[in-house]
């Protein structure tokens, strides 16, 4: 079979980081070629203020590293295979929201914001509208409609309206330029297809139930009336957004004159409907009904879908969202997760590194070597008391909090590096089961548990304190580039080339190709370990 022949889809996965972009062969999943490009200005720390929780990002760095990675991928697999692909599918993170104007630009792409980050997309892990969120929740509870029950009764400063409320109380020359707002995986859609306009432009099913309060029951969004009892500053939104949402099997539409020559891709390209990234890497993992997904990153997500005649009659408390359609189409796809879980180790790691990076330059290059350094070294200790609450960067779930802080107690002056970095490990394996232990509370079936994303394949010695902690053989999916095969996966079921996604999952899935399994004695010890992480976790939040 010759090139020509083939049928070639890519997968783009936008990260906090990067963009990375995969092409498959969707008939057998060969992947033939990837690519990963970091944003050049988030690189170089621009419009980040961590100290003030504030993390934003320019729309330039989306364009140009979706122009590196797709001619890259395009240029290793050789000039004649890009006639042949039939689809491109996005994910991105989330919420990570943009104010747009009545042609669904960001704000940013004008003259006059270029350099403004109110302007820019405004990243998930910002947490800059705490008080926001405070006003969405406080008028949900006495609205007739508690918009926040899908959302495990919480709304999250992390998610889009609290962030455009932000936006529009705290700078006015935004305001009065601001028409709507678009999240980052239906802008890229949108973007290649040259249909921006808020109002007709592709919106996910994903984000939107997930991170908008958005349920077909509701008839969509939010009232115009309750958004204006949030904040009058929100008056008229509604009816500058959108109805109806699309599952992420479906087409946006085709690729248009301008992206096509700018990627060098067929004008017959079809473009997805896009998602969020821990959702769209769960389909590359291959989920399936009560399979507990699990990407671990800079912070986990955890996805799970169910038959939505298993589950219990009323919202499952304090999980961050359960959406149907939102996973996989025709089940109900439930997200939990951890606002912090590799950041935590490499703001530990960015605490050693201080004084080398300040006082000998010229020995930074060791940086790569600390975290497997203190792996090695907290594996060999025997157990301390040493116990931290992992809540640095506010917790996620169960019951979302941003305002939390994490902490660290039982130090003494013999505990070291390695004692202190093996309690922060064991402090995300116990706020990952406080997750789990939720989910079996609320009847909610978990059968098995897989894992994907850099830690899961990079960190053997955090994968088994989890499966220890968990009590649960955990599977290891046998690719680094999930999120991006399951962006090929939707991608391939958009262009029409596979029915469904379950059939795009068996054909295109690359396997799992590690398991860790629990060790007895180590899971007896973590049960006491975890019962004291929950009496100083609540100890925590009565202090926050």
């Not at 140009?64 to 395009?74: F, Q, R, T, Y």
């Not at 509701?218 to 957004?241: C, I, K, M, Y």
């Not at 922060?424 to 089961?433: D, I, K, M, P």
């Amino acid at each position: 079979m010759t090139p020509t022949d083939r049928k070639y889809v890519i997968g783009v996965d936008y990260g906090t980081d990067s963009c990375r972009a995969v092409l498959v062969d969707a008939e057998n999943g060969t992947v033939l070629s990837t690519s990963v490009c970091a944003y050049p200005r988030w690189k170089a720390g621009l419009y980040v203020s961590p100290s003030e929780d504030c993390y934003r990002q320019h729309p330039m760095d989306y364009i140009e590293s979706l122009e590196c990675v797709v001619k890259d991928v395009l240029a290793q697999a050789g000039g004649e295979v890009a006639a042949s692909v039939r689809g491109i599918s996005f994910d991105t993170t989330g919420s990570t929201p943009v104010l747009t104007d009545r042609n669904g630009t960001p704000l940013s792409l004008l003259p006059e914001f270029r350099e403004e980050p109110d302007a820019m997309f405004i990243l998930w892990k910002d947490h800059t509208a705490k008080e926001e969120a405070r006003r969405i929740n406080e008028t949900a509870k006495s609205w007739n409609t508690d918009y926040t029950s899908y959302s495990g009764g919480t709304y999250s400063a992390e998610w889009v309206w609290s962030k455009v409320l932000h936006i529009l109380r705290t700078n006015p020359a935004v305001r009065r330029a601001a028409y709507s707002w678009v999240e980052h995986s239906d802008w890229m859609s949108a973007l290649l297809t040259g249909n921006t306009s808020p109002e007709r432009m592709a919106r996910n099913r994903c984000a939107a139930g997930h991170k908008a309060m958005w349920r077909d029951e509701w008839g969509g969004l939010p009232s115009d009336e309750f958004l204006t009892a949030v904040d009058p500053l929100l008056s008229g939104w509604h009816d500058r957004l959108f109805r109806d949402t699309l599952t992420s099997d479906n087409r946006a539409g085709t690729i248009s004159r301008e992206f096509a020559a700018r990627l060098g891709l067929p004008e017959t390209t079809v473009v997805g409907v896009g998602a969020i990234d821990a959702h769209v890497g769960a389909v590359g993992a291959c989920i399936a009904p009560n399979v507990l997904t699990r990407i671990m990153g800079t912070s986990t997500c955890d996805i799970l879908v169910a038959d939505r005649e298993c589950l219990p009659d009323s919202p499952v408390r304090g999980i961050c969202g359960q959406v149907d359609g939102s996973v996989l189409p025709g089940f109900v796809g439930f997200e939990a997760g951890q606002s912090a879980f590799g950041d935590i180790y490499a703001w530990f790691k960015n605490m050693l590194m201080w004084p080398v990076r300040t006082l000998l330059p010229d020995a930074a290059d060791i940086d790569a070597a600390v975290i497997p350094a203190l792996s090695e070294a907290a594996a060999a200790l025997p157990d301390t008391d040493v116990l931290s609450v992992d809540w640095m960067n506010g917790r996620r779930t169960p019951d979302a909090d941003q305002s939390l802080k994490g902490a660290v107690c039982g130090l003494t002056l013999g505990t070291g590096a390695p004692a202190l970095f093996k309690s922060l490990v064991e402090a995300t394996a116990f706020g990952s089961r406080a997750i789990v232990e939720r989910y079996a509370e609320e009847g909610v079936r978990i059968d098995s548990i897989i894992a994907t994303g850099g830690i899961s394949r990079k960190s053997p010695y955090v994968m088994q304190i989890l499966s220890d902690v968990l009590g649960k053989p955990i599977s290891v999916v046998a690719t680094d580039q999930t999120c991006a095969l399951g962006a090929a996966m939707l991608a391939a079921v958009a262009a029409g080339i596979w029915p469904d996604v379950r059939s795009a999952q068996k054909a295109m899935g690359s396997g799992t190709d590690r398991c860790y399994v629990p060790r007895p004695d180590r899971h007896d010890y973590y049960e006491g370990m975890y019962r004291k992480y929950l009496r100083f976790g609540g100890l925590i939040e009565k202090m926050y």
